[in-house]
C-alpha cells in the first residue's frame, strides 16, 4: 500500500461519512475541520552524558513533521461526530522506505531509480505508510437538557495532565486516549458530575485478562474559578489488579496573578505482575503548583513539582509516580531518556542503535522535586522570547546508589514568532549541566530545535 491509496482512503473515509447521511439530514450538517501541522528539526549533543565512551552515541539529529485532522460532523444542536486522523504522525524526514519512480513505479529503497532521493540508509525506520496515517480517536457526543453522552474512542483528560493528559499542547507527543461511555450532568452547569466506563480487551471469549475502569469526577468548572475531583479505579481480574487513582485539581485568576493546584495519589495491589513480583503493593503520589503573573509585556512564571520514589526496587512494594510523558518541564531534562549508549554492530532495526539499558531518567518526571522558574516577554504583538530554568532533584535519594543530591540544572531560552495569526515559527535551544545522579557519567550537554506550525 502506497501514499497514493492512503489519501484515498483519507478522502473516501471523510466521503463515506457524508454519504451515509440522509437527504434531510445532510441539508441542516455543518461539517468543521480543525487541526495543525508541525514541522520540527531537532539536535541533540551526546545523551550519553560521557564522550569518551566507546558506546556513545554522539549527537543526534533528526526532522519530523506530523499533519493532526480533527474533522467535526455536526449533525444536530444535540449530535455530535468527532474523527481525528493523524497522517505521516512524528515520521522522519527522509525515511520513506518507497518513492515513486520515473517509469511510475514504486521502487524499494536502493534500487538505482532511487538514487536521486538520496536517502540514508541509517534512517530510523517504522515510518512505512501503513504507519504513517491512522485514525486516532473516534466518538460521537449527545447532548440534551438533563445529560451529555459520549460513546467512542476519545481522549483523557484531567487538570493539569499530570497523570491523565490528552496531549493536545504544542510540544507534545502522545496523548491518552480510551474507549469510553461517559455521561455528564447538564442541567447543574456549571457544577458537572460526570461517570464513565473505560475498557481495554481483546474480547477473547473465556478470557479473564481483561481490563476495566470506572471513573467518577466533578466539580464546579466556572469561567474564572475551577475545583474538582477525579476518582478513578483500574480493575483486572486475571491477577486481581486493582489500582485507585485519586486527584484533586483547582484553577482561578486573581487579576493578573493564575494559580493552578494538582494533588493525586495511586493506591492499589496486584497477586501477581509481568514483572514477576507477587502479591504487589502500590502506594504511590505527586502533584504540582503552578503560578504564573502577567504584567504586559512581561510574564514571570513558576511551578514546583512532586513525584514520589522508592528506595528499594527488589521488594513488593511500589511507591514510584511516573507522570504522563505529554507533561513537559523542559527540552532535556525527564523528556530525553538519559544517559542512552550506541548499539554499534549490534544495531537493529528495532532497536534503532539506541541502547536505554543504562538510563537512569525517562520520558517522564519520576521520584523527583523540581523547581521550574520562567520569564517572557513579549517583544512585539507577534514575537515573544522567554528563559526556563528546571532544577530537580531525587525525591528518595536512596534509590540511587551512594545517595546522590541532584539531577542537575537545565537552563532553557525560548523564541516564538507569530505570522499572520495561525503560522508560528519558533526555536529552542536547551543546556543541561547534569547532578549527581549521573556518576561519572555527566558530562555537560546542550539540544536545540527549529519548529514550524500550522493552526487550522
Not at 247 to 263: F, K
Amino acid at each position: 500500500m502506497h501514499q497514493i491509496g492512503y489519501t484515498r482512503t483519507l478522502f473516501a473515509t471523510l466521503a463515506l461519512l457524508g454519504a451515509c447521511l440522509s437527504p434531510s439530514i445532510a441539508a441542516a450538517v455543518e461539517f468543521r475541520l480543525d487541526g495543525l501541522y508541525r514541522f520540527e528539526a531537532s539536535l541533540f549533543d551526546t545523551l550519553s552524558l560521557n564522550r569518551d565512551a566507546d558506546d556513545s552515541e554522539g549527537t543526534r539529529n533528526y526532522l519530523d513533521h506530523r499533519l493532526r485532522l480533527t474533522p467535526h460532523i455536526r449533525l444536530s444542536p444535540q449530535v455530535h461526530v468527532f474523527v481525528e486522523f493523524d497522517v505521516m504522525d512524528a515520521m522522519r524526514f527522509g525515511s520513506t522506505p518507497e518513492v515513486l519512480a520515473a517509469d511510475g513505479q514504486f521502487q524499494d529503497n536502493g534500487s538505482p531509480f532511487n538514487e536521486p532521493i538520496a536517502l540514508s540508509g541509517s534512517v530510523i525506520p517504522g515510518s512505512d505508510y501503513t504507519e504513517s496515517m491512522f485514525v486516532r480517536r473516534a466518538w460521537a457526543e449527545l447532548y440534551t437538557p438533563w445529560f451529555d453522552l459520549k460513546v467512542g474512542r476519545m481522549a483523557s483528560n484531567w487538570g493539569m495532565g499530570l497523570l491523565a493528559n490528552d496531549g493536545s499542547c504544542d510540544r507534545c507527543y502522545y496523548g491518552d486516549i480510551v474507549d469510553r461511555v461517559m455521561i455528564s450532568t447538564s442541567r447543574l452547569d456549571p457544577v458537572r458530575l460526570s461517570f464513565a466506563v473505560d475498557m481495554r480487551s481483546e474480547g477473547f471469549i473465556n478470557r479473564n485478562d481483561d481490563t476495566h475502569s470506572f471513573l467518577l469526577s466533578g466539580g464546579y468548572l466556572g469561567e474564572v474559578h475551577r475545583i474538582g475531583g477525579y476518582l478513578r479505579w483500574t480493575r483486572q481480574p486475571s491477577n486481581k489488579f486493582n489500582v485507585v487513582h485519586g486527584d484533586i485539581w483547582a484553577t482561578t485568576r486573581l487579576g493578573p496573578l493564575s494559580l493552578e493546584l494538582e494533588a493525586l495519589i495511586l493506591w492499589g495491589q496486584a497477586e501477581d505482575t509481568e514483572l514477576g513480583v507477587e502479591n504487589l503493593s502500590i502506594l504511590a503520589g505527586g502533584g504540582a503548583l503552578d503560578a504564573v503573573l502577567s504584567i504586559n509585556p512581561w510574564e514571570i512564571g513558576f511551578q514546583l513539582g512532586v513525584a514520589s520514589g522508592d528506595s528499594n526496587g527488589q521488594d513488593n512494594e511500589w511507591h514510584t509516580l511516573t507522570m504522563d510523558r505529554d507533561h513537559n518541564i523542559g527540552l532535556l531534562m525527564f523528556e530525553q531518556p538519559m544517559p542512552v549508549y550506541a548499539h554499534g554492530d549490534a544495531a537493529t532495526e528495532e532497536n534503532q542503535n539506541i541502547d536505554l539499558s543504562r538510563q537512569l531518567t525517562g520520558s517522564g518526571v519520576s521520584n523527583a522535586v523540581y523547581l521550574r522558574p520562567r520569564f517572557h516577554i513579549d517583544i512585539r504583538e507577534d514575537l515573544r522570547a522567554g528563559v526556563i530554568l528546571i532544577a530537580a532533584f531525587p525525591a528518595v535519594k536512596e534509590a540511587f546508589p551512594g545517595e546522590p543530591d541532584a539531577y542537575g540544572l537545565e537552563i532553557d531560552v525560548e523564541l516564538l514568532w507569530t505570522l499572520y495569526g495561525n503560522f508560528e515559527l519558533g526555536a529552542r535551544a536547551g543546556f543541561l549541566f547534569p547532578g549527581e545522579v549521573f556518576g561519572e557519567n555527566r558530562d555537560f550537554t546542550f539540544g536545540g530545535d527549529l519548529r514550524a506550525l500550522v493552526h487550522f
